[in-house]
């Protein structure tokens, strides 16, 4: 629509450039004095399908965008803190926990026209991925068992899980970045490590599955140890509970 009648924004053209909150809410004020005038609209005439302006798609599409840009400049504003922290893995996660969040104003809107249900899976959604990034920062990227390097294979693992401590959630002593088969494994607390970084096996896989994968998976890697990370070793006391849930 913009380049069929640019009304001054120019420079938002190419929409996936902006970086300005302020930019997109004076385009959002632009669209929406276009859609009261309806059929009269300029940028009717360019043969543009009148849905995309005056059934608010274009509105709705701004307003996400919106909200994209909040969180993206949080995460980015989080992992700064990160980059630039110099202290123990419990005083960087209690300082992410209690920052400043520019998010609120996404959040406060969010209340009016989605509900609480909505807001924690945009928090959740926000933590998870600064703590991916961290634990990626501090694995170079690889699976701490296998080396494997590929992001879509590879998961933040949390030692003690997202839903048992909301404290340890940003903590990044609390994770291991894994390939896929071993992240599983270790969620259902199949495997898990000794004190000295070990992989240590649950008796349940040492006693029910024999099959060649196994032991190739498995059961040659017991006493194997982690690459360990180049910053924030996984907390002792951490592994110990994770061990105490499992058969090991």
Known sequence: MLK??????????????????????????????EQVKQNES???????????????????????????????????????????H???????????????????ALLDGLKKTSGEDVIRAVKTRLNQNVFRRMLINIYSGSCCITGMNIPEVNRASHIISWADDTRKRLDPSNGLYLSA????AFD???????????????????????SESVRDYFIKKEGFKIKLPSAYLPNKRYLAKHRSFGGF
């Open 4 to 33: 069929t009648k640019a009304f001054g924004f120019d420079d938002c053209i190419d929409i996936w450039n902006i970086a300005s909150l302020q930019r997109i809410a004076e385009l959002k004020v632009l669209v929406t004095s």
């Open 42 to 84: 300029e940028w009717l005439a360019g043969g543009i399908p009148k849905s995309y302006l005056l059934k608010g798609y274009c509105k709705a599409a701004l307003s996400s965008y919106s909200g994209f840009l909040v969180e993206q400049n949080q995460e980015d504003d989080l992992l700064s803190i990160f980059g630039q």
């Open 86 to 104: 110099k202290g123990s893995a419990i005083e960087l996660s209690a300082l992410l926990d209690t920052q400043p969040s520019n998010v609120e």
């Open 181 to 184: 088969t071993y992240d599983a």
């Open 188 to 210: 259902k607390h199949l495997i898990s490590l000794d004190d000295d970084y070990r992989i240590i096996l649950s008796s349940e896989i040492k006693d029910h599955y024999t």
